[in-house]
């Protein structure tokens, strides 16, 4: 068997998680989480979009998902008649390291929606650029783009690795550790990906400054 060079990025993974643990537990009792927003009271109409229906989240998925708050709909855009779903996993804190947002990059996959298609996209909106991820997912004949971003009171930031060293952050520096996942999804129909994508960021630069003002700065 050929001998390979093992990877001390790999190896360093769990000394990384390790510590993070160690640092977050370690302020956890100075930790000031604030209020929980009322999720159900975010605005159900903002630019040209208007909530079409409620999504309800099964009791058995909003106990893995393990968020204090959630917010789950889809929302139709006139006089186009896009639609847009929408995903707020809200969380109070990270004590511990071990109450985190569950990453797209292992649900999708876990439900079973394979990408085909990844990396980030930059918007632009009222409250400045943020970059976020997205994907194209497959799940027999389905398929969807999805966009995807953390969402702290500070910042968004769009990769996993970035939002536990901003966690260790924040719990220092603020004594705060909450964050929501945020996720975007529009349907595209056969090869019209590119007019999905367009969907998915017109929402989510609408959808960003008022849920930046709505969750807890």
């Not at 649900?107 to 990408?115: D, R």
């Not at 975007?184 to 990906?193: H, S």
């Amino acid at each position: 068997m050929p001998f390979t060079k093992p990877d001390w990025r790999v190896a360093l993974v769990p000394v990384f998680l390790a510590a993070q643990i160690l640092l977050v537990h370690a302020v956890a009792g100075a930790e000031h989480p604030p209020a929980a927003p009322a999720l159900s009271g975010f605005p159900a109409e903002f630019g040209q979009w208007k909530v079409f229906r409620e999504d309800p989240i099964a009791a058995d998925v909003a106990t893995e998902l393990g968020a204090d708050r959630l917010l789950s709909q889809t929302y139709r855009q006139t006089p186009t008649g896009s639609f847009a779903s929408l995903l707020v996993a809200w969380f109070q804190t990270q004590r511990g390291g071990v109450r985190q947002p569950h990453s797209p990059k292992v649900c999708l996959p876990a439900t079973g929606w394979t990408p085909e298609v990844t990396g980030e996209v930059t918007l632009d909106t009222a409250a400045g650029a943020i970059t976020v991820n997205r994907y194209v997912v497959t799940n027999r004949m389905q398929r969807a783009v999805v966009l995807y971003w953390y969402q702290t009171p500070g910042r968004v930031i769009a990769g996993e690795w970035a939002a536990k060293l901003w966690l260790v952050a924040d719990a220092l520096r603020d004594k705060r550790t909450d964050t929501a996942l945020v996720r975007v999804i529009a349907w595209p129909t056969v090869g019209k990906d590119d007019a999905a994508t367009t969907v998915a960021t017109g929402f989510a630069r609408e959808l960003y400054p008022r849920l930046r003002d709505f969750l807890p700065r």
